[in-house]
């Protein structure tokens, strides 16, 4: 057992929720409305650049060299391929930079992003990347379990993203690095303050997806 797979235990009622909420069930099928996916991508953007901001804090917080250096390819790995890689993308779906642009954040997304960044500042590396698991590994777990998809489903892209060994691998070495950051000696009260962390970034995962659905 990881430490992942213990934060994950002690919220398995809302781990199922987001694992199985109505939006991934329709990313799954292929019948989720377009127009669920194509708000949901214009907020995902947006989370991509809170996400790097997420990091800058994290090499605010490194506890050595090696600390610095994750969060600096992580930060560097945002801006300089994967913002480009997602405006591509959303141009496949119809969505110009300038919509990205004039894009407002939802409310789901200002909680889960802001949230994230008030467990780094109030906490450690430690509590930062807890609220950021959900997203980090979560995304990983849903793209494993929607493949392989049925042909002719219209997220397959989006599905053999997640599923790919590159985003796998990457999930393997947050949770390895998340061992490395719980170590071996929390103490009860410390394990239930960053199971509480958990338990509230995955409620707000939830969120995100629903926000998806409620602008179909």
Same mark, same amino acid.
């Not at 590396?125 to 929607?146: K, R």
């Not at 410390?190 to 179909?216: N, P, V």
């Given at each position: 057992?990881?430490?992942?797979?213990?934060?994950?235990? &002690?919220?398995?009622?809302?781990?199922?929720?987001?694992?199985?909420?109505?939006?991934?069930?329709?990313?799954?099928?292929?019948?989720? !409305?377009?127009?669920?996916?194509?708000?949901?991508?214009?907020?995902?953007?947006?989370?991509?650049?809170?996400?790097?901001?997420?990091?800058?804090?994290?090499?605010?917080?490194?506890?050595?060299? &090696?600390?610095?250096?994750?969060?600096?390819?992580?930060?560097?790995?945002?801006?300089?391929?994967?913002?480009?890689?997602?405006?591509?993308?959303?141009?496949?779906?119809?969505?110009?930079?300038?919509?990205?642009?004039?894009? !407002?954040?939802?409310? %789901?997304?200002?909680?889960?992003?802001?949230?994230?960044?008030?467990?780094?500042?109030?906490?450690?590396?430690?509590?930062?990347?807890? %609220?950021?698991?959900?997203?980090? +590994?979560?995304?990983?777990?849903?793209?494993?379990?929607?493949?392989?998809?049925?042909?002719?489903?219209?997220? %397959?892209?989006? +599905?053999?993203?997640?599923?790919?060994?590159?985003?796998?691998?990457?999930?393997?070495?947050?949770?390895?690095?998340?061992?490395?950051?719980?170590?071996?000696?929390?103490?009860? %009260?410390?394990?239930?303050?960053?199971?509480?962390?958990?338990?509230?970034?995955?409620?707000?995962? +939830?969120?995100?997806?629903?926000?998806?659905?409620?602008?179909?």
């Amino acid at each position: 057992m990881t430490f992942f797979n213990d934060l994950k235990s &002690d919220c398995a009622t809302e781990w199922h929720a987001y694992t199985h909420h109505p939006f991934v069930l329709g990313l799954a099928d292929g019948s989720l !409305p377009e127009t669920a996916f194509r708000h949901y991508l214009k907020q995902d953007y947006l989370f991509l650049i809170q996400f790097a901001r997420a990091l800058a804090l994290a090499g605010y917080k490194a506890r050595s060299l &090696d600390d610095l250096y994750r969060a600096k390819e992580g930060m560097q790995a945002i801006l300089d391929v994967e913002l480009e890689l997602h405006r591509q993308y959303c141009k496949e779906w119809g969505i110009s930079l300038r919509d990205l642009e004039i894009e !407002p954040e939802g409310t %789901a997304n200002l909680a889960y992003t802001r949230y994230v960044l008030e467990r780094g500042m109030a906490g450690n590396l430690l509590d930062l990347y807890v %609220a950021l698991a959900p997203c980090m +590994i979560g995304y990983g777990e849903i793209g494993l379990a929607l493949s392989p998809c049925e042909p002719g489903n219209p997220y %397959a892209a989006w +599905i053999n993203m997640y599923a790919g060994e590159e985003y796998q691998k990457a999930c393997r070495n947050t949770r390895t690095y998340l061992d490395d950051l719980a170590g071996h000696t929390l103490s009860v %009260a410390r394990k239930t303050e960053l199971a509480k962390t958990f338990s509230q970034a995955t409620r707000l995962e +939830i969120d995100f997806w629903q926000m998806g659905l409620d602008a179909a």
